[in-house]
């Protein structure tokens, strides 16, 4: 299954944005711990929380990957990986 | 502000850094900085550690929550339980021990609390299935009709009243009437919670004639 190539920053600032609405529905089960906002926080807050630190580490991995792969693109045009005998 | 935090430590942990979280998340959002290895170290508190913490030291204030009598008595059905908890007049069982300055903020847990090897985990799946039963059954109804329905679903067990009184205490022991049932008594043939022993813990929810932990006929049917 091909991944869609979201831009980092977007992917980031949407990680944010489930972020906020997670940690929303947690601090409303500490304010008001009845079953509703307690069940809520433990399922959907934890699930949102889940997915943006999920999409937070797919832009971080894949800039890493990014940036180790272009070294290795670039090496057999570089002078020095020529002239080696 | 402090005894508070001491009383809670959880709770206070995981409000700290929640909004520790909050306020990097909204400090990308609306500064909106370059991408650079600190901004997604930033990113790795706001997004990663700071809001596993919370939802770590939440899980446990929020099952520290649940134990607490507010917690069962927010269903509407229950708020004559907890008002009779809350009663100071009230010679009821379940008063009587929320008067206990040890637990009785949590005295419905302390009683109907599993205290088995898995207890903990299996008093949580029966709180599931009460949320359950509430919100598909009980949650229009009025408190008439659900004090009529509503039952305990297995015979009160002496082995929770056993979890604080032993039976192996002199002063128990002392009581005529405890002496020549200890056997029964440990055993679970005789309640403690029968006509004649200390009665049921919630008289008022008893249907007269109806022994305790029998449910309406008709409820039975009906499941």
């Avoid at chain 2, 913490?53 to 134990?67: H, Q, R």
Wanted: proline share 7%; with cysteine; glycine share 8%.
């Amino acid at each position: 299954m091909k991944v869609p190539n979201i831009p980092a920053m977007t992917a980031l600032r949407i990680s944010a944005v489930l972020t906020l609405v997670g940690l929303a529905l947690m601090v409303w089960s500490m304010l008001e711990p009845t079953p509703l906002p307690v069940m809520l926080a433990m399922t959907v807050g934890q699930g949102i929380g889940c997915m943006a630190f999920g999409l937070y580490l797919y832009v971080v991995i894949r800039d890493i990957r990014r940036a180790r792969r272009a070294p290795s693109l670039e090496s057999p045009e570089s002078p020095q990986a020529s002239d080696t005998p | 502000m402090v005894s508070w935090i001491i009383a809670k430590p959880f709770l206070a942990a995981a409000l700290a850094c929640a909004a520790g979280a909050a306020v990097l998340a909204l400090w990308f959002l609306v500064r909106k900085p370059t991408l650079t290895r600190a901004t997604k170290l930033v990113l790795l508190a706001a997004i990663g550690v700071l809001p596993l913490v919370t939802a770590g030291t939440g899980n446990v204030a929020g099952y520290e929550a649940t134990k607490a009598r507010r917690f069962c008595g927010s269903c509407h059905v229950m708020t004559p339980y907890k008002s009779d908890s809350e009663d100071l007049h009230s010679t009821t069982l379940a008063a009587r021990h929320a008067r206990n300055a040890l637990f009785g903020d949590e005295n419905c847990y302390a009683c109907h609390a599993d205290y088995g090897m898995f207890g903990t985990v299996v008093t949580k799946i029966g709180g599931m299935r009460h949320v359950y039963e509430y919100t598909f059954h009980y949650r229009n109804m009025s408190l008439e009709e659900a004090r009529e329905k509503i039952h305990i679903r297995k015979p009160f067990q002496n082995a929770t009243c056993m979890h604080c009184h032993s039976t192996e205490g002199p002063s128990w022991n002392a009581i005529k009437d405890h002496a020549s049932i200890l056997d029964r008594v440990r055993a679970g043939t005789v309640s403690c919670a029968s006509e004649g022993c200390h009665g049921p813990a919630h008289p008022f929810s008893k249907p007269p004639g109806k022994p305790p932990g029998k449910p309406p006929a008709t409820l039975e049917s009906a499941r």
